[in-house]
């Protein structure tokens, strides 16, 4: 809360800013602003989620989840960045539903979906559910730059970011996919890479399939 407080009033201020007659030169530096605004309060909400995971104070509470409706919502929160990123980003999913915890899962996947569009520069990303043996595989394709093989056994460590050796924080901590790799566990699922440099990279973990519930 006394993390959040500044940054909100920060917030605030930099949004009045944008109200003001200002010359070419001050709108760019109050874009400047609100972009570092946007990448201190996505910095902050990452460090949080990763520290209430290490507290162990995340709990799941599984339910009957409907894998459509969860597509549906991370579609809504990812589809307009890729977009402004010239990239296309599809879900498919046929009807499934799942046991699990419709929070955690929706972080896994979203994350993975950020991390996907962060690594693309062109073609897209593909995020769809297989039924498979009584589970559904989830999966996240991208056609971005790849992970090296000697990079993959760590990829989902804290503070890893192979693709940024000049520590740029607008690109994050390297603690998004030890959110995932954390969060994944939480639901009973084991979070699965595959790579190639140049070629993509594709993500999955399994949930268990179940019957879509009954109408009342």
Do not use: C
């Amino acid at each position: 809360h006394d993390l959040r407080q500044p940054l909100y009033a920060l917030s605030l201020f930099s949004a009045s800013l944008s109200e003001l007659k200002l010359d070419a030169k001050g709108k760019a530096v109050v874009a400047q602003i609100h972009d570092s605004i946007a990448a201190m309060e996505q910095l902050f909400n990452t460090l949080l989620d990763i520290s209430r995971l290490e507290a162990g104070v995340v709990k799941p509470e599984f339910a009957a989840v409907s894998v459509d409706e969860l597509f549906d919502q991370v579609s809504n929160t990812f589809w307009p960045i890729a977009f402004d990123a010239g990239l296309d980003l599809r879900f498919r999913s046929d009807g499934e539903w799942i046991r699990t915890d419709p929070a955690l899962a929706g972080q896994v996947i979203g994350n993975l979906v950020s991390n996907a569009i962060r690594a693309t520069s062109r073609g897209g990303v593909l995020v769809l559910a297989r039924r498979r043996a009584g589970q559904v595989r989830i999966e996240v394709w991208d056609t971005g730059r790849g992970i090296a093989t000697a990079d993959q056994a760590r990829i989902f460590d804290e503070f890893v970011q192979v693709d940024n050796a000049e520590r740029d924080r607008r690109k994050g901590l390297g603690l998004g996919l030890a959110i995932v790799k954390r969060s994944a566990a939480l639901i009973g699922a084991q979070v699965t890479l595959t790579s190639r440099l140049g070629r993509g990279t594709r993500v999955t973990f399994l949930q268990p399939a179940i019957a879509p519930p009954v109408p009342t």
